[in-house]
């Protein structure tokens, strides 16, 4: 006996779940032909946006739709390895999104896609040229002296390091989301090159950087067997339009990995990696010694629980180096890496107490 | 693992852990890393043999190989990146903005 059929159903109910069961095998039907046929694919990172400044592939993005009550603005620093949309997946299931929503001037910093170009970009390049440059143009556009820094994953480090090494940075909050801190505690992935047992340029192709490939096959590797259990429940939702739309969301976000600079790459391994360089709170960059300690403002830690990626023992010892002390905050947050951009913890979660945390720490709507 | 799966979904979901937790942590283990590493160094090798023996073969008949194509992209690229390097720099002195200064 089906053990999810109570045994005392009445025949209207009998009927009424033959009839659903029918439908859904309709629906299951013409989703699983859509979905093998690559048609109807979600459309991803559409939340309505500007271009206001660009450098090589780097672009600045400051997003449209929302009343902007609340001040300064908060530029997003995106990771190096992973394509920016994560934070704006679909309508109704985006952080820039709710973030626009309740009343917050949203800016992303988006690296492109790297390629020969791109591979002399060490992490200099990032923070003492990049960084400085798009937020002088999102102070401009916006009207604001000073910034809402969040950084996602190696972003995050990057906006750390900028926070930290320039004169009048004007950072006024430093959100680091899922950013790594204690490389030895990045797990499998890592470990292969903090043990030597890989060579950097071993994985540097002749475009000069790491291509998307080897990135994604590692993240991959973290977990094999996964693409099953997805699968699996995928067959078993196909009927949910919208959970084959988030499925497919996801699914083609977390194959589309983009080229990691190999001069940033070389430096990521030593310093970081090997050395574990940010956990003595200083790093040298461009013939100086950034201290993570000379931070200004306030620092919001922000980490999720079941991070299998970033796990939080690499992220807690931010809450010892950066900035001052008084001012730091720790946010944990149920959920995987990619928490801080989508799912059901996220919006449940993430983007409320985010977003609430943001503008507490904002000037009110004059 | 939600209670209200169909009976096939919780067994595939069981069987995919009972599967893939010894395969993650095999691939955490020393002896993965090791294999790692030792078939990235042998494909280097046998790509790198196989490259010289070709492009050997391509240059007797006057004709340029792969690698020969690959090096000069990359010099292309490299002055490509010192021109955009020099844009840069000439586009800062024109247009000196307000921003940060290294601390």
Same mark, same amino acid.
């Given at each position: 006996?089906? #053990?999810?059929?109570?045994?005392?159903?009445?025949?209207?109910?009998?009927?009424?779940?033959?009839?659903?069961?029918?439908?859904?095998s309709i629906l299951r039907a013409r989703n699983g032909i859509r979905y093998v046929r690559g048609t109807h694919r979600p459309a991803l990172g559409v939340t309505p946006k500007e271009?206001?400044?660009?450098?090589?592939?780097?672009?600045?993005?400051?997003?449209?739709?929302?009343?902007?009550?609340?001040?300064?603005?908060?530029?997003?620093?995106?990771?190096?390895?992973?394509?920016?949309?994560?934070?704006?997946?679909?309508?109704?299931?985006?952080?820039?999104? *709710?973030?626009t929503g309740a009343g917050l001037d949203v800016f992303m910093l988006d690296w492109g896609v790297p390629d020969e170009l791109d591979a002399d970009n060490d992490l200099e390049r990032?923070?003492?040229?990049?960084?400085?440059?798009?937020?002088?143009?999102?102070?401009?556009?916006?009207?604001?002296?000073?910034?809402?820094?969040?950084?996602?994953?190696?972003?995050?480090?990057?906006? @750390?390091?900028?926070?930290?090494?320039?004169?009048?940075?004007?950072?006024?909050?430093?959100?680091?989301?899922?950013?790594?801190?204690?490389?030895?505690?990045?797990?499998?992935?890592?470990?292969?090159?903090?043990?030597?047992?890989?060579?950097?340029?071993?994985?540097?192709?002749?475009?000069?950087?790491?291509?998307?490939?080897?990135?994604?096959?590692?993240? *991959?590797?973290?977990?094999?067997?996964?693409?099953?259990?997805?699968?699996?429940?995928?067959?078993?939702?196909?009927?949910?339009?919208?959970?084959?739309?988030?499925?497919?969301?996801?699914?083609?976000?977390?194959?589309?990995?983009?080229?990691? #600079?190999?001069?940033?790459?070389?430096?990521?391994?030593?310093?970081?990696?090997?050395?574990?360089?940010?956990?003595?709170?200083?790093?040298?960059?461009?013939?100086?010694?950034?201290?993570?300690?000379?931070?200004?403002?306030?620092?919001?830690? @922000?980490?999720?629980?079941?991070? /299998?990626?970033?796990?939080?023992?690499?992220?807690? #010892?931010?809450?010892?180096?950066?900035?001052?002390?008084?001012?730091?905050?720790?946010?944990?947050?149920?959920?995987?890496?990619?928490?801080?951009?989508?799912?059901?913890?996220?919006?449940?979660?993430?983007?409320?107490?985010?977003?609430?945390?943001?503008?507490?720490?904002?000037?009110?709507?004059? | 693992?939600?209670?209200? /799966?169909?009976?096939?979904?919780?067994?595939?979901?069981?069987?995919?852990?009972?599967?893939?937790?010894?395969?993650?942590?095999?691939?955490?283990?020393?002896?993965?890393?090791?294999?790692?590493?030792?078939?990235?160094?042998?494909?280097?090798?046998?790509?790198?043999?196989?490259?010289?023996?070709?492009?050997?073969?391509?240059?007797?008949?006057?004709?340029?190989?792969?690698?020969?194509?690959?090096?000069?992209?990359?010099?292309?690229?490299?002055?490509?990146?010192?021109? /955009?390097?020099?844009?840069?720099?000439?586009?800062?002195?024109?247009? #000196?903005?307000?921003?940060?200064?290294?601390?």
């Open positions: 006996m089906n #053990p999810r059929v109570p045994s005392t159903l009445s025949p209207g109910d009998l009927l009424g779940r033959v009839n659903r069961d029918v439908e859904r271009v206001i400044w660009k450098s090589g592939k780097a672009e600045l993005w400051r997003y449209q739709g929302g009343d902007r009550r609340y001040g300064p603005p908060v530029v997003i620093v995106h990771s190096l390895v992973s394509r920016s949309y994560i934070l704006d997946l679909r309508p109704g299931n985006s952080t820039v999104e *709710y973030m990032y923070v003492d040229w990049y960084l400085p440059r798009a937020l002088a143009e999102a102070r401009r556009v916006s009207g604001h002296q000073e910034v809402t820094l969040a950084g996602y994953c190696l972003g995050g480090v990057l906006a @750390a390091l900028y926070a930290a090494g320039h004169e009048g940075a004007n950072v006024r909050n430093l959100i680091l989301m899922a950013t790594p801190v204690d490389f030895s505690e990045m797990g499998a992935m890592v470990a292969l090159l903090r043990e030597g047992r890989l060579d950097p340029d071993q994985m540097i192709d002749d475009t000069g950087n790491v291509p998307a490939d080897a990135l994604y096959s590692g993240f *991959y590797m973290l977990a094999p067997t996964t693409e099953v259990a997805q699968k699996a429940t995928l067959l078993e939702n196909l009927w949910n339009d919208e959970f084959v739309e988030g499925f497919q969301a996801m699914a083609t976000w977390s194959r589309d990995h983009v080229p990691f #600079p190999g001069a940033a790459f070389r430096q990521l391994v030593e310093l970081l990696v090997r050395q574990n360089i940010l956990t003595t709170g200083s790093m040298p960059l461009s013939g100086r010694q950034v201290e993570l300690g000379n931070v200004q403002g306030n620092v919001l830690n @922000a980490m999720a629980e079941r991070d /299998n990626v970033v796990p939080p023992a690499a992220v807690e #010892p931010v809450m010892q180096l950066v900035g001052d002390p008084t001012r730091r905050e720790e946010l944990r947050l149920p959920g995987g890496h990619v928490t801080f951009g989508t799912g059901r913890t996220a919006f449940k979660h993430t983007m409320p107490q985010l977003t609430g945390w943001i503008i507490d720490h904002s000037d009110p709507p004059s | 693992m939600p209670a209200n /799966n169909p009976l096939w979904l919780r067994v595939v979901l069981r069987l995919e852990r009972a599967i893939g937790e010894p395969i993650e942590s095999a691939v955490r283990s020393d002896t993965y890393f090791d294999v790692v590493s030792k078939t990235t160094r042998v494909r280097r090798t046998v790509v790198g043999t196989a490259e010289g023996v070709s492009r050997r073969c391509l240059h007797l008949l006057n004709l340029p190989a792969g690698s020969d194509i690959r090096s000069m992209r990359q010099q292309l690229a490299r002055m490509e990146r010192r021109l /955009n390097r020099l844009s840069d720099e000439v586009s800062e002195l024109d247009e #000196p903005g307000p921003r940060s200064g290294v601390r």
